[in-house]
């Protein structure tokens, strides 16, 4: 059982996975950059005055004032180019000051040469180079428009009204757009990033950073995405039109593992952000100790995801994230018809991504405010969850590093589900949903969409709900199918329904073939055959056949999330069901039905009343174990029912 559950859980989605040098976390002894308005000062613009005058036009007469007079400032001893000014950085706490305009740094596009055009290194599955420090130093702009390498406490500020008046824009010709690599206090401020093959702004094994009223759109993976640093800060951020993820704190610095909810601090702070119209609002593999508060994740196909499930990824496994006051909302945009028509693999610059095309990197669901995959001692609270139409939160079971037990300690208290601030009532297709595995988890707050399994430890126990070391087979052989994902090669598995929005001619209902309906079924049909095999009980046969089809029919409909009650009310009355036929079959076939209705019983009293304490996995393990001697027992008694008779006389003149 447990080999088959680390089947389930070893998803393809690794394939996918953002692959990266091997990294290591910074000491930790830094701290959060903050803004200032003194130190040294270098300049950033273009030479076109028409141009300038036009972006500033809408500006304040006092702004209009100050950029004019930065504007002649600059003419006389600026820079073109923003790498122009990074390269020409000599002291630490040194401001780059970028005027209006949009910067396509053309003399990074520069064809490589032969040194920077031939280097060795491993290929990532999605094609690019996997460089170490010293290559992406020594060749700055083969993966980066814009690179910043051991930089300290530099500044880069747009000078316009807001974030859209300065653009850097990488025109889908390199893997990252800025990125910061070993820059301890960088702080980034009122400037938009887009159109690069993987990240708008990439910051990694920093110790201090800021991203502050930044845009960062319109690229094949990430808008923002931080890799192993520490003391950050996000604020006022946008990010939309990303193929994976609007904001990405991932493998970030793993400050509190083996500690329990009271943290010192955590690494990463998130505020004041809009992530939308992307294929995920937030995602952070090893995403540990992040802070996300007051923040609005709204019209991505799935809103907030965070994980464990990648092992190139520091700080596994996932822990001590803390969500709250955030708005995680109407999450129903679906994209992977892009995918289907083939939209996705022309090249980037005719894709449409600046008019709202995303092609989804990886396959997540549609309609989903919170996916939790392997996590510890996460929490959410106070978090206004509504309108996405499969459900609320999600959480469930993948192994951590070295294969550890995950899904343990997290909590989801007094979140507001299916309702928005104004009180209006927009529900979510069901709030919570667990595949059973972990310890220590609870609920509390739920709303009106109801939870799968229906009943779910409360919090005010503290950390004594029920352990279970395996989940619900059910629920992870349909996640293990729907990963099977590929942007690459259009792969939509046709069982999963993550592909899908309500109404789509065609829809298949992937439950339909889960075990939950399997094992009904096959039992079904090896009662009707043992009995049919008896002649005389050709009528006892039919009207047993015809009294299963109706917790049939309920365990088929209830295999919806949104109407898990149908599906308890199918397992009681096909427990009642093989009680009632265990007589008729005698012996030990009898037996083993009364067992397996028993366990059936149990099950839905698991699921809809009270989780069964001490019991080290689910009761629908057990019943899948005596499924199969049931069937074994079963096949057996048919094979005995239609042997034909020996004939004694034929076998001595045989012998």
Known sequence: MVAVAIAFALWPLAASAHQERVTHFPPGTGQVPAYRQAGPRLLVCGSDRADFEKRIAGFSSELQATNRQLFQECQARGYPNLQDAVDAVTAAGTTIAVLPGL??????????????????????????????????????????????????????????????????????????????????????????????????????????????????????????????????????????????????????????????????????????????????????????????????????????????????????????ALFEHNVIASNNANYYGYVRDGTCHKPYAEQGIERGVVCPAVGVPVGVAAVVAGGDYDQFRDNFVYDNWRGGFVMLWVPGADLEWTSNSNRFLGNHMGVDAGGGQLPNGVDFWWDGQGRGNCWDGGGPSGSTPMALPGCSAGDWGPSRLLADPNKEGLIADCSNYSLA??????????????????????????????????????????????????????????????????????????????????????????????????????????????VFLAEALDSALVMIPLLPVGPVWIRLLLELVWLGAMAAAVGARLAPPSDPLRLTEQT
């Open 489 to 598: 090669s259009s792969t939509l598995p046709p069982l999963c329904d993550w592909w899908d929005t309500p109404g789509r001619p065609g829809q298949v209902a992937p439950s339909l073939w889960t075990v939950q309906l399997i094992g009904p079924l096959l039992q079904l049909l090896a009662v009707f055959g043992l009995v049919v095999a008896v002649g005389r009980r050709r009528r006892l046969a039919a009207a047993w056949s015809l009294g299963v089809l109706v917790p049939l029919l309920l365990l088929v409909l209830g295999s919806a999330d949104q109407l898990r009650g149908l599906a308890v009310a199918g397992e009681v009355l096909f427990g009642l069901w093989l009680l009632a036929v265990a007589r008729p079959l005698g012996g030990r076939l009898g037996w083993l039905s009364v067992a397996l209705g028993v």
């Open 103 to 320: 910067y396509q740094e053309q003399p990074s596009l520069t064809p490589p040469g032969p040194d920077c055009g031939n280097l060795k290194a491993p290929r990532a599955r999605l094609g690019y180079l996997i460089l170490t420090y010293e290559q992406q130093r020594a060749c700055p702009h083969l993966q980066n428009l814009v690179a910043i390498f051991g930089v300290h406490d530099l500044q880069i500020e747009g000078t316009g009204a807001g974030p859209g008046d300065v653009v850097f824009d990488a025109q889908f010709q390199k893997l990252n757009t800025l990125r910061a690599d070993r820059s301890d206090g960088v702080y980034f401020r009122n400037f938009t990033t887009e159109r690069a093959t993987f990240n708008a702004l990439y910051i990694l094994e920093t110790d201090g950073f800021a991203i502050d009223q930044v845009v960062g759109r319109w690229n094949a993976e990430y808008g923002f995405l931080t890799f192993a640093s520490d003391h950050g800060l996000y604020t006022k951020c946008e990010a939309y039109g990303n193929g994976d993820s609007g904001v990405y704190p991932g493998g970030t610095s793993d400050i509190n593992k083996g500690r329990g909810f009271d943290v010192p601090r955590y690494a990463i702070e998130v505020t004041g952000c809009h992530s939308h119209d992307n294929m995920l609002g937030y995602s952070g593999t090893g995403g540990d100790s992040v802070w996300a508060h007051d923040n609005v994740f709204d019209h991505n196909q799935t809103g907030v995801s965070m994980d464990s499930l990648f092992p190139n990824h520091p700080g596994l496994p996932q822990n001590h």
